[in-house]
């Protein structure tokens, strides 16, 4: 049996995608031989998570942006304590839009690198402080 934190990671991620209760359980059942989470073992759970990176659903948008990459994105933002104007305001100076949703795959990928250089800017320099 998973542990509760897995267990999270797959109803996060069920939401995100928004994928209805019956699809859910359908795509569980085909991937992983169970219609219920609390089912799965370890190997389901990696199973499942692969099924959903490699999907259609795992795309945020029709430039080809991934969940995974919104995912990392919104996580850097948070450990750079941008709220999320001031996170907004980067986007648009940046990189010429108001939201993340509208970046193609090659952007998303460029702006995680742009979060990473900062924050680690931010670590390497001792300025830790939130904006």
Do not use: C
């Amino acid at each position: 049996m998973l542990d509760h934190k897995k267990l999270a990671v797959i109803h996060i991620t069920r939401n995100e995608l928004g994928l209805a209760e019956q699809e859910y359980r359908d795509t569980l059942e085909k991937v992983t031989g169970v219609r219920s989470s609390r089912e799965l073992d370890e190997a389901g759970f990696r199973k499942l998570m692969r099924y959903f990176a490699r999907s259609h659903h795992y795309q945020v948008n029709a430039q080809g942006m991934t969940f995974r990459q919104k995912l990392y994105i919104r996580h850097l933002a948070e450990d750079l304590g941008w709220d999320p104007g001031h996170f907004s305001n980067f986007l648009h100076k940046y990189y010429h839009t108001d939201t993340v949703e509208k970046l193609g795959k090659v952007e998303a990928s460029k702006l995680i690198e742009s979060l990473k250089h900062i924050l680690a800017g931010r670590v390497a320099g001792g300025s830790e402080g939130r904006q």
